[in-house]
């Protein structure tokens, strides 16, 4: 059974997933994954080679939505179905071929 406490709790988190914190100890919500991995996409780009990323959906959902381009606000609401596996591969800008920058596509 679930106390008032939780439901208001859910209620809170489907009205604005993007802003909303899990309380207690450690809870953490999406702007504090975007901040914690800022470093892992930093190092993510200057990847030469092949890297694997195993992590939760919320993880999953940032990465993806970075390299994709999307905004910050769309994030929480990117379709993430579970077992699914996503293949990030570095392209070069077609209309800017001396851009050291890759972006990526998704398969």
Known sequence: MSSRSDLTRGRLRKQDKLHYR???????????????????????ERMTDHVLLV???SVARVLLAYFKGLKREDVADLDMPLGMLYML??????HIP????????TH
């Open 98 to 105: 001396s851009l050291p920058q890759p972006s990526f596509t």
């Open 22 to 44: 899990y309380p207690g100890a450690g809870g953490e919500g999406y702007l504090d994954v975007i901040n914690r991995l800022r470093a892992v996409i930093v190092e993510v």
């Open 55 to 57: 992590g939760h959906r």
């Open 89 to 94: 591969e570095p392209v070069r800008y077609p």
